[in-house]
């Protein structure tokens, strides 16, 4: 019997500790219950999600039967997985970075300075192709405090320029070396994977060296993961093509002269950070441990504090009811301050549709800030640390990414394995899977496969600089739905009605509710307007209701399995009588079998009966 102290909070200390075997045996009842048997270790599986890396979520995690569990050190001591930083962000929070889009620096320089007196800390701005020139930067930064404020370039092929022109800049300010914050941005091989063209890497050691000999507060390189994670890698594959790149970059400058501590110093890391927020802290905590491991490989494990940008993912970003990415931005930045990212920016939820506007840009600024001074999430370190879930999460995603890593190292390291074929293959096999997943709503996308609503007014945004190609390509989690959207708003605007289908429910509200929200939600995910008028039908009455709903073509019965094997048969030819040429069955196939041409279920390819349904319904693709 357990024997707790007496401090007047005790409480069941008269009962034993329940064991993790009681516990598996009372989940064997449940799923006896529900018609599945299994057994202990079985039974737990049962209840089990699996994730990407062969990585698998339990539904219970307790400490280790042996006591074991993986060092993770303390805050700002190796292997940094609870934080670079002994005090964390307790100081002043994560850095706010916000992204600052465009061409024209004079409309940049106004967004920036309301940025900056509106919470953000730092800037990132895209210089060169896409962005503004090299020579706009002194306007674009007119009236910022450049000792204060630090500035982060994404500049692609033209980063030797686009870094010169910030020093310059910083020089004839008369910005002391000492007090220049700058993320100088360099990734001559983050470039080739967005675009397949090779830069020489000469000027980014170069920029290192001078970065290193006389300003202390300036990372010259950036190890972006950014174009792995948007071609569709996974979370392990994301991690381990980052160590690929970042220890490609060390040999580099290591070859150019500077130590490894230097070299060290010179890099910055950018993740993305999604919507699973588990996972995401995860994998901010494994990048820290796995860089460590590398720092300590190279003689310098005391210099192996990873520095971490997140970027709230574009991937998960929807065209569709865009307004639901403030939630879904909210997530990752929570997710990407808790696992420890020492500046996050959070992505406005209108930028996959153009430029994002100024109410979108102060949503964006706000949720850091809300979650810093209302929510407080700085004000602990590590918070997510001890947990078991987190710190197993957090050592299986590690050792996932360091299996990949080295196979990228055995090809060659980085660039061999990009020119290769081998990253984008892998990439491309991850995604495909992942797309099965989307196409049949294993992954819901809220607004979009799950809930759409076709009434919503569109949001316009003015057009965006085009992103560059040539290399992986760029991936969102609602292209396919997206898609079949698109057909459904060109036939709206060619004959002023969107595609239709026909909801027949049979019986009582209490029978086919479920199946009629299931059916409509799902037609609606692809552009097909569902008519569920009347609320209930028969034989006698479905044909005249058909008649009248404007359906092309098709129809889909709801209801439950015994109403079905009762009045399916005899509604289904009535439906055709009327001039139905296609019908549905929401529910298992088997059901009704001699009556119904289709059916529809959880976990059918959604995407897959969308499109043949728009397909027979003549709009064109």
């Known amino acids: 019997m357990t024997v707790l102290p007496d401090d007047g909070l005790s ?36 209840l089990s999600t699996r994730l990407e890396d062969g990585l ?26 609870r934080g670079g930083r002994p005090e964390g962000t307790t100081a002043n929070g994560w850095d706010v970075r916000q992204r600052l889009a465009g061409t024209d620096p004079q409309r940049l320089n106004e967004a920036a300075l309301a940025d900056l007196e509106n919470g953000v800390t730092s800037l990132w701005l895209t210089v060169g192709r896409g962005g503004i020139p090299a020579d706009g930067l002194a306007r674009a930064l007119d009236g910022v405090y450049l000792d ?68 202390p507060g300036v990372r010259a390189l950036a190890v ?46 950018r993740y993305a950070a999604t919507a699973d927020q588990f996972l995401t802290i995860a994998k901010f905590r494994a990048a820290r441990r796995l860089w460590a491991r590398i720092a300590e490989a190279s003689g310098a494990p005391e210099a192996g504090a990873q520095r971490q940008h997140a970027v709230t993912s574009p991937v998960m970003m ?27 920016t959070v992505l406005p939820f209108d930028s996959e549709l153009g430029l994002p506007d100024a109410f979108a840009r102060r949503i964006a600024r706000n949720t850091s800030t809300i979650l810093l001074e209302e929510s407080h999430l700085a004000r602990v370190i590590d918070p997510a640390g001890g947990s078991y879930y987190v710190e197993r999460l957090t050592d299986e995603l590690a050792h996932a990414a360091w299996e990949f890593f080295r196979t990228v190292e055995k090809a ?19 995604w495909a899977e992942r797309s099965r997943k989307l196409a049949r709503r294993r992954e819901p996308i809220t607004g979009v496969s799950e809930f759409p609503l076709l009434s919503e007014k569109p949001v316009v945004r003015e057009p965006a600089p085009a992103a560059p190609t040539g290399g992986l390509p760029r991936v969102r989690r609602d292209e396919a739905y997206e898609a079949l959207r698109a057909r459904s708003d060109a036939h709206l605007a060619a004959t002023g009605a969107r595609p239709r289908i026909f909801l027949a429910a049979l019986g009582p509200a209490a029978a086919h509710t479920a ?3 299931f059916a409509s939600n799902l037609f609606q995910a692809g552009g097909v307007e569902s008519v569920h008028d009347p609320v209930s039908v028969d034989a006698e009455t479905v044909g005249a209701a058909y008649a009248a709903s404007g359906a092309d073509g098709m129809a889909v019965l709801c209801s439950s399995d015994a109403l079905y094997e009762e009045q399916a048969a005899a509604v289904a030819d009535a439906l055709r009588a009327a001039g139905a040429t296609t019908v549905f069955l929401a529910g298992r196939p088997g059901t009704a079998e001699a009556s119904v041409d289709e059916y529809v279920f959880a976990g059918c390819d959604a995407v897959a009966v969308l499109s043949s349904v728009l397909d027979r319904m003549g709009v064109p693709a």
């Not at 698998?56 to 997985?81: C, M």
């Not at 060659?412 to 991850?430: D, F």
């Open 318 to 344: 929807t065209r569709r009811d865009p307004w639901v990415n403030m939630l879904r931005t909210t997530v990752a930045c929570m997710a990407a301050g808790v696992g420890g990212a020492d500046s996050v």
């Open 412 to 430: 060659g390291g980085m660039a061999a394995a990009l020119r290769s074929g081998l990253v984008a293959e892998r990439l491309a096999a991850t």
């Open 224 to 269: 972006d993961a950014l174009p792995y994670h948007e071609a569709g890698g996974s979370a392990a594959e994301e991690l381990g093509l980052s160590l690929a790149t970042g220890v490609a970059y060390l040999r580099a400058l290591s070859a150019g002269g500077l130590s490894v501590d230097a070299a060290l110093g010179q890099l910055e890391f």
């Open 56 to 81: 698998t979520t339990r539904p219970l995690y307790t400490a280790p039967s042996d006591g074991t569990v993986p060092d993770t050190g303390f805050p700002g001591f190796a292997p940094f997985v």
């Open 148 to 215: 204060l404020a630090p500035i982060a370039l994404d500049a692609g092929a033209d980063y030797a320029g686009a870094a010169r022109a910030l020093l310059d800049l910083f020089a004839e300010r008369s910005v002391a070396p000492e007090a220049v914050r700058a993320f100088l941005g360099a990734d001559p091989l983050g470039h080739e994977a967005r675009t397949g063209e090779v830069l020489d890497p000469a000027a980014a050691v170069e920029l290192a060296r001078e970065a290193a000999a006389g300003l």
């Open 515 to 517: 199946r009629a929200t």
């Open 11 to 46: 409480l069941a200390a008269e009962f034993p500790d329940a064991t993790h075997e009681q516990w598996q045996r009372l989940v064997e009842g449940v799923l006896r219950k529900s018609g599945k048997e299994a057994s202990g270790e079985a039974a737990e599986d049962a």
